[in-house]
Nanobody, 124 residues
Framework: QVQLVESGGGLVQAGGSLSLSCAAS????????MGWFRQAPGKERGFVAA????????HYADSVKGRFTISRDNAKNTVYLHMNSLKPEDTAVYYC?????????????????WGQGTQVTVSS
């Protein structure tokens, strides 16, 4: 399995930007599709973005399309989530996740490894 550690969360004003990183350990990172999910208080964990193992295919939730970008650097065992034009409704704990497949999924249950999460708070 892959061990995941997120970083980069924090407090930002609406309209601002923030970049999250997810560092992976283990030999299987480059063979794992990766995803970002988020969970706001009182809500279920929801899909944000996903990327295939070679970075060639990405998926985004409609709510973040055009504002968020997922990318990965297999040489650094790291996946990123660049967030622009942030809105208060983007406030949540953000989790990265890994799945042992080539093609990314938008379904949380398809992922087998999860990080501990990082808090993103967007003030209005």
């Amino acid at each position: 399995q892959v061990q995941l550690v997120e970083s980069g969360g924090g407090l930002v004003q609406a309209g601002g930007s923030l970049s999250l990183s997810c560092a992976a350990s283990g030999r299987t990172f480059s063979s794992s599709a990766m995803g970002w999910f988020r969970q706001a208080p009182g809500k279920e964990r929801g899909f944000v973005a996903a990327i295939s193992r070679n970075g060639g295919i990405t998926h985004y939730a409609d709510s973040v399309k055009g504002r968020f970008t997922i990318s990965r650097d297999n040489a650094k065992n790291t996946v990123y989530l660049h967030m622009n034009s942030l809105k208060p409704e983007d406030t949540a704990v953000y989790y990265c996740a890994a799945m042992d497949r080539r093609w990314p999924s938008i379904v949380a249950d398809d992922y087998t490894s999860w990080g501990q999460g990082t808090q993103v708070t967007v003030s209005s």
